[in-house]
């Protein structure tokens, strides 16, 4: 059984960054983890994924502002957020599915595990 546990969330000034961690446990083989996130009133959104080789996708919307990546040996998975906008108010989810469908299509159906999810919440 796949397991996710968000960490890292916070309050943060517009334009500041902050890093979220997944820890993630029970996974193997190929695979796909990716960070999505929910705006209040919005429907789940992808932001990246990460594929078990290292290919990475990134939601247009963060671009050169967010950073996916992974620490093997730790299980863990993160999100580097920079730059950092009202925009980005969310609550950010973790998933995790097997093959690298999810990955390519960055669709929350596409996943099977979930974390709880974290707050970002930015100022101004």
């Known amino acids: 059984q796949v397991q996710l546990v968000e960490s890292g969330g916070g309050s943060v000034q517009a334009g500041r960054s902050l890093r979220l961690s997944c820890a993630v446990s029970?996974?193997?083989?190929?695979?796909?983890l990716a960070w999505f996130r929910r705006a209040s009133g919005k429907d789940r959104e992808g932001v990246a994924s990460?594929?078990?080789?290292?290919?990475?996708n990134y939601a247009d919307s963060v671009k050169g502002r967010f950073t996916i990546s992974k620490d093997n040996a730790e299980n863990t998975l993160y999100l580097q957020m920079d730059s950092l906008n009202p925009e980005d108010n969310a609550m950010y989810y973790c998933?995790?599915?097997?093959?690298?469908?999810?990955?390519?299509?960055?669709?929350?159906?596409?996943?099977?595990?979930w974390g709880q999810g974290t707050q970002v919440t930015v100022t101004v």
């Open positions: 990460i594929r078990s080789d290292g290919g990475t």
């Open positions: 998933g995790a599915e097997y093959g690298w469908y999810g990955c390519s299509v960055l669709i929350d159906t596409a996943f099977t595990y």
């Open positions: 029970g996974h193997s083989g190929r695979h796909c």
